[in-house]
């Protein structure tokens, strides 16, 4: 097993540019995240999926929308990038929403907004 | 007021050291669960354990121990004998239904451990 991939890992944007953060599971979970990862703060849950078909928001949505057409995958775009975006991006995976669920995570995309 | 708090920024310590890196949550629940997450310089995070509340037991794994503690909600974290190779980012996050299942992350306590 692959475990969580993510693509690509590093980018460079400028203000106002539109892109698409890949990421993808092999493990068949249900639940996928994306969160990102700013000094000082930890990881922020940005939106999630409990399957496919089915996402929400988490604590800091806007700027990002997220969709699940298949169980493997659950892309984060960007519509117009601003340089708040700038950051390290995880997505993450587990089983199912339960709480008991380890999630796993990916190596990350860390993203530059200029 | 923060779910989980990780007061310590930052850690500095020598080689063989011990260092304690705390951890203090909130939530209403009687079910949740803890976690310790490690991320290395590379950047990748990587699960180190995962506790539920119910379970009160120290646990240990090599030089790694975990101190659970419900009456004053904290769950720490000790290494001991520190290792360069240790320095790392530590994140404590909770996972319970109060806050929809999601796992909630401290801010993270950067420890450096020198030669």
């Known amino acids: 097993n692959a475990g969580v991939t993510q693509t690509p890992k590093f980018q460079v944007l400028k203000t106002g540019q539109s892109m698409t953060l890949q990421c993808a599971q092999d493990?068949?979970?249900?639940?996928m995240s994306w969160y990102r990862q700013d000094p000082g703060m930890g990881l922020r849950l940005i939106h999630y999926s409990v399957g496919a078909g089915i996402t929400d928001q988490g604590e800091v949505p806007n700027g990002y929308n997220v969709s699940r057409s298949t169980t493997e995958d659950f892309p984060l775009r960007l519509l117009s990038a601003a340089p708040s975006q700038t950051s390290v991006y995880f997505c993450?995976?587990?089983?199912?929403?339960?709480?008991?669920?380890?999630?796993?995570f990916g190596p990350g995309t860390r993203l530059l907004v200029l | 007021a923060q779910k989980v708090t990780q007061a310590q920024t930052e850690i500095s310590v020598v080689e063989k050291e011990d260092v304690t890196l705390d951890c203090v949550y909130e939530?209403?629940?009687?079910?949740?669960?803890l976690f310790w997450y490690k991320q290395p310089p590379s950047g990748e995070l990587v699960f180190l354990i995962r506790?539920?509340?119910?379970?009160?037991q120290n646990e240990i794994s090599g030089r790694y121990s975990w101190n659970f503690q419900k009456s004053t909600s904290s769950f720490n974290f000790t290494i001991t004998a520190s290792q360069v190779v240790d320095s790392a980012v530590y994140f404590c996050a909770l996972r319970s239904m109060e806050y929809g299942n999601k796992l909630v992350f401290g801010a993270g306590t950067i420890l450096r451990v020198k030669s």
């Open positions: 493990m068949n979970h249900e639940y």
């Open positions: 939530t209403r629940d009687t079910t949740y669960y």
């Open positions: 506790r539920n509340s119910f379970d009160e």
């Open positions: 993450a995976s587990s089983p199912l929403q339960s709480s008991i669920q380890t999630q796993y």
